[in-house]
C-alpha cells in the first residue's frame, strides 16, 4: 500500500475540520483574554475618582451596542460571511480596549472605548461560535462546543490576577497595553481559516424565530443566567478587594470550574430534557452566587467560585444547544445571535440598577437577590417540564 484513506475524526464534519476547532478554540481564548480585562475596570474608574453611578454607566452602555449588534450580527454573517464578520468583530474588540490607554481618565472618552468594544465583542461572538458548529457534527455536539465555548471564560482562571498586578504594579498604561496583546495575536489566526458558504437571507429569519413560541423559555432561561454571570463580571474583582481577598481565589476557580466539567461532565446530559438540566444549572448557579455573597476567606471564596463555574458549565452549553435544535448549521447564526443578545443584554444591562442598589444596600444583599432569580427560573422549568410546555 502506497497511502492510507483520511479517516474523520468523530464529531468532526471532515478531516480538517478537527485542526480548524483547536486555530478557532485559541482564537476564542485570545479575543476573549483582551476583553475580558474589564473584570477590573471598576477598579480602575474606582481609582480615577468616577462614582458609583458613572461606573455603573460605563460598565452598562458596553451592552448597549453589544445587544444591538449581537440582534443583528446573525443577518450581518449572512450577508458579508462567517469570517468577515468574525474579522471585524475581533479588530473592534481590539482596537476598543487598546484606546482605553488613552480614554480610561475622561467619562466622555471611556465612553466612547465601551461603545467600539461592545459592538466588537458582538460581531465576533456569536458569528464565531456559530463558524464552530460548522465544523461539528450532532455526534458529541454538546461536548465539543461546550469545550469551545469555554475558551471565553477561560482567561478567568488567572486573567484577573494579571490584570490586577499589572495595573498596581505598572498602572492603567501599561494594564491596557499588554490587555491588548492577545487580541492583536488572534487576529492573524482568522486568515488560516476557510470560509463557508453564505446562508440564504430567507433561512432561518429573526421573524419566524420571534414566532415560534419554542424560543421562550430558552430566552428567559438566558436572561437568568446572564445577570448572574453579569454581576460577577462586573462585581467581583470590587467585591473580593473590599475583602481583602484576591480576585483570583474565585475567578481562578470558577474558570477550572468550567473547564473540567466541560471535559468530561457534558456528554451524559446530551439525553436528558433540556429543560431540566437548566433548571439544575440555575440552582447551582444561584447557590454559587450565594456562596460569594457570605464569603469572608479565601478557601470560601475558592469554593463560590467553583460552584457558580459548575453552574455555568451545565446551562450554557445546553442553553446554547437548545436555541439550536432542529436548525441545520448554516442557519445558525441568526438563532445564536438572538441568544447572545438576550444573553448580553441580561449581563450587561444589570450593571446600573445593580450598581445603585450596591450604593444603598450593600454587596451581599445584592447578591442574594440576584442569586434567588436562580431558584425562580428553576421551579418555572420544571413545572414547564412537567406541564410539557416547550
Not at 488567572?158 to 487580541?183: I, K, N, Q
Not at 436548525?327 to 450587561?348: C, G, H, Q, W
Not at 451581599?364 to 410539557?388: C, E, H, K, N, Q
Request: charged share 10%; hydrophobic share 55%.
Amino acid at each position: 500500500m502506497t497511502g492510507h484513506a483520511s479517516v474523520t475524526p468523530p464529531g468532526f464534519v471532515d478531516e480538517k475540520a478537527r485542526s480548524e476547532f483547536v486555530r478557532l478554540a485559541a482564537i476564542i481564548f485570545l479575543t476573549a483574554m483582551t476583553n475580558q480585562q474589564a473584570v477590573i475596570l471598576a477598579v480602575v474608574w474606582q481609582e480615577a475618582g468616577f462614582s458609583h453611578a458613572d461606573i455603573g454607566v460605563l460598565l452598562g452602555v458596553y451592552g448597549v451596542p453589544l445587544v444591538l449588534a449581537s440582534l443583528f450580527s446573525g443577518a450581518v454573517a449572512n450577508r458579508f460571511g462567517l469570517l468577515n464578520t468574525v474579522r471585524l468583530g475581533a479588530i473592534l474588540t481590539t482596537f476598543g480596549l487598546l484606546s482605553l490607554y488613552a480614554t480610561h481618565a475622561s467619562f466622555a472618552g471611556s465612553f466612547a472605548s465601551r461603545i467600539l468594544q461592545g459592538a466588537g465583542f458582538a460581531l465576533f461572538h456569536a458569528p464565531v461560535m456559530t463558524y464552530g458548529t460548522t465544523r461539528l457534527t450532532q455526534d458529541r455536539f454538546i461536548q465539543l462546543f461546550g469545550l469551545l465555548s469555554a475558551m471565553a471564560p477561560l482567561p478567568y482562571a488567572f486573567g484577573p490576577v494579571v490584570a490586577e498586578y499589572l495595573f498596581h504594579t505598572f498602572g492603567p498604561h501599561a494594564f491596557f497595553l499588554a490587555g491588548s496583546v492577545p487580541g492583536l495575536v488572534a487576529l492573524p489566526l482568522l486568515w488560516t481559516l476557510r470560509p463557508i458558504e453564505k446562508a440564504a437571507p430567507e433561512v432561518g429569519g429573526m421573524r419566524s424565530l420571534f414566532a415560534s413560541g419554542r424560543i421562550v423559555l430558552p430566552m428567559i432561561a438566558a436572561c437568568v443566567f446572564g445577570a448572574m454571570f453579569g454581576f460577577v463580571s462586573a462585581f467581583m474583582a470590587p467585591v473580593m478587594l473590599e475583602r481583602g481577598l484576591s480576585i483570583g481565589g474565585f475567578f481562578t476557580s470558577f474558570t477550572l470550574s468550567i473547564f473540567v466539567v466541560r471535559l468530561g461532565l457534558l456528554g451524559p446530559l446530551e439525553t436528558i430534557d433540556r429543560r431540566l438540566v437548566v433548571a439544575g444549572g440555575g440552582i447551582v448557579l444561584g447557590l454559587g452566587l450565594t456562596l460569594a455573597a457570605l464569603a469572608t476567606n479565601l478557601p470560601m471564596a475558592i469554593a463560590a467560585g467553583a460552584v457558580f463555574g459548575l453552574g455555568h458549565s451545565i446551562g450554557f452549553p445546553v442553553l446554547s444547544a437548545w436555541i439550536c435544535d432542529g436548525v441545520p448549521p448554516e442557519a445558525r447564526a441568526t438563532p445564536l445571535a438572538l441568544f447572545n443578545a438576550t444573553f448580553f443584554a441580561a449581563i450587561y444591562l444589570v450593571a446600573l440598577p445593580a450598581s445603585l442598589a450596591i450604593a444603598r444596600f450593600g454587596y451581599p444583599p445584592v447578591m442574594i437577590a440576584t442569586a434567588s432569580t436562580g431558584l425562580v427560573l428553576a421551579v418555572f422549568l420544571v413545572v414547564a417540564w412537567d406541564r410539557r410546555i416547550r
